[in-house]
């Protein structure tokens, strides 16, 4: 942008700010500027080793200790004995994964310990493993799931054979409450696309809202969609009470007999779901697949599960062979 008359004037120049936003975690590189995290101590820019401590520029990555505030540079791992770098996030001999924050006050950790030096808050390290690349390319990169070998991209986030999730930018396994990946921070997730709410990358439903999400682009799916409209992915139908595979036009499990219909077996009367009698016919019913019980069985003929009536008025837990509640008289129907 330039202002001024005859030739002369004012020139101001705009420059870029670096992706690394300022925080308590980071700093400014002591010999070129760039923004880094004091956790990698060195510079991806220009490869100044400093203290993951207090910055203090290091004269060589050889150092023992930080010559300013006396840092022990590495450190055992306590699960290995791996000598591990201060501030490394992960072992990168058996993949134990260091805390980094004290979860309880705050205080950063650059080594092992098992209890917060600060507040004594006893440490939580946990042993992860990271999915392996199989294959590269400018901008792909295929990971092979070491849950069940599938290959896939790491930017789905998560794995479409099992659903096990990886952090896109390190490969770190995921678990599935996890939105922000414990090893380098990045935020694997995105916004539920009817409530907003943070959903991570690769979950197939919105833990806010129940919302069906396609799990390699995070679009919202209906229930009998066997493709995503906004990506094209194949979905597959599955039974929520066994796995069985399922067509659209499935109004019953055709392995466990769990009914999508929510239909009286005997008059076809609308349902509720979890019913265990007909309101219209008063054909007991099995609560878990919706399947018809008959007046002695005991469990269901369906799915196998045991069967549990209760008197429509009182509430009072019932048996199929009852003509009437045994607490409060209310007749049975069959």
């Known amino acids: 942008m330039r202002k001024g008359d005859e030739g002369q004037g004012i020139e101001l120049i705009l420059l870029p ?7 308590p975690d980071t700093l400014r590189c002591p010999s070129c500027g760039t923004g880094v995290s004091y956790n990698d101590g060195i510079c991806s820019a220009c490869g100044q080793v400093f203290c993951p401590g207090c910055g203090h520029a290091l004269e060589s990555d050889d ?3 930080c010559s300013a505030c006396g840092l022990a540079l590495s450190f055992p791992c306590p699960a290995c004995g791996f000598l591990v770098a201060a501030g490394a996030r992960l072992c990168p001999e058996c993949s134990l994964l260091f805390v980094r924050r004290c979860p309880t006050c705050q205080a950063r950790i650059l080594d092992g310990p098992p209890a917060c030096p600060q507040c004594g808050t006893e440490l939580v390290l946990e042993q992860r493993t990271s999915a392996t690349i199989f294959a ?11 849950t069940c070998t599938e290959r896939f991209a790491s930017e789905l986030g998560a794995c479409p054979a099992c659903g096990q999730r990886v952090c896109p930018e390190c490969f770190l ?21 009817v409530c907003k709410a943070d959903v991570g990358l690769g979950l197939p439903e919105c833990p806010a ?3 069906e999400l396609c ?16 990506c094209g992915t194949d979905l597959e139908l599955i039974c929520p009470q066994c796995g069985a595979g399922l067509t659209p036009e499935m109004e019953r499990c055709p ?12 008059c076809s009367a609308g349902l509720e779901s979890g019913a265990d009698r007909c309101p219209a016919c008063g054909q007991p019913l099995c609560p878990g697949c ?44 069959d």
């Open 17 to 23: 700010r670096d992706a690394v936003a300022e925080g």
């Open 63 to 65: 150092d023992e200790s």
């Open 136 to 146: 590269a390319a400018p901008g792909l990169v295929l990971l092979r799931c070491p």
């Open 173 to 193: 396994l995921l678990q599935a409450e996890e939105n922000v990946c414990p090893h380098c921070g990045f935020h694997a997730a995105r916004p539920c696309p």
């Open 209 to 211: 809202c129940g919302q």
């Open 215 to 230: 799990p390699a682009c995070g679009a919202a799916i209906a229930e009998n969609d066997t493709a995503c409209p906004r």
């Open 255 to 266: 392995e466990c007999g769990l009914s999508f219909a929510h239909r009286c077996p005997a």
């Open 290 to 333: 919706g399947a018809a019980a008959g007046q002695e069985d005991e469990a269901c003929r369906a799915c196998g599960a045991e069967l549990r009536f209760f008197c429509p008025v009182c509430q009072t837990e019932v048996s199929a062979r009852d003509d009437s509640c045994p607490a409060c008289g209310e007749a049975l129907e």
